[in-house]
């Protein structure tokens, strides 16, 4: 293709992509697979570009490229499902208290400055040394320090994180770290 048709297939992609994506998790009910989709009917889209962009409708075309591409999966399935006299699965737990208190806790770091909500989130969610934290907000150590120390005291008074308090925190990779007391610096 010609830098001109090249040009013309992006930007009809970069236009089409959040209409495309939508109509392909309406079909295949998964982000994952209709990433995958959409991306497969806009390689296909791309091979006959001249026919799509010379069609009436392109967005139509390149559409009818993705349900086409959509049954062929299908078609090509060998995996077939097996029916087994116990559940695969192990049932879990509720999580819905789980996302309260993750949904408090991001309020409450949005009520921090924004100098200490940094330094709080570098220090005790991407589990940075207070030095990587320094290098990455490029300010000193000690200033990295007064900045944990005074964020985790906003959030110690915050009336909203007193039932987050009372268990133990996790790490972003879902290890326990025990919640930070009062005076006291990782």
Not at 10 to 15: A, V
Not at 83 to 99: G, K, M, N, S
Not at 115 to 132: G, I, K, P
Not at 145 to 165: C, M, P, V
Request: glycine share 4%; charged share 25%; with cysteine.
């Amino acid at each position: 293709m010609s830098n001109a048709s090249d040009d013309e297939f992006h930007n009809f992609m970069t236009g089409r992509w959040p209409s495309l994506l939508r109509t392909a998790y309406l079909l295949t009910g998964s982000h994952h697979d209709a990433e995958d989709l959409a991306q497969n009917a806009l390689a296909r889209a791309y091979v006959k570009w001249n026919h799509v962009r010379n069609s009436d409708d392109m967005a139509a075309y390149v559409r009818q490229i993705m349900i086409h591409a959509h049954a062929d999966r299908f078609r090509r399935r060998t995996v077939r499902e097996w029916f087994t006299p116990r559940l695969p699965e192990t049932p879990v737990a509720d999580q819905t208290a789980h996302i309260d208190r993750r949904s408090a806790l991001m309020d409450a770091l949005g009520r921090l400055p924004a100098r200490q909500r940094s330094a709080v989130v570098l220090c005790y969610f991407e589990d940075m040394t207070h030095a990587q934290v320094a290098a990455a907000l490029g300010t000193r150590t000690s200033t990295v320090r007064s900045q944990i120390t005074r964020g985790l005291a906003k959030l110690r008074e915050d009336g909203l994180l007193a039932a987050l308090a009372e268990r133990p925190a996790t790490t972003s990779a879902g290890l326990r770290r025990p919640v930070p007391q009062k005076g006291t610096i990782r």
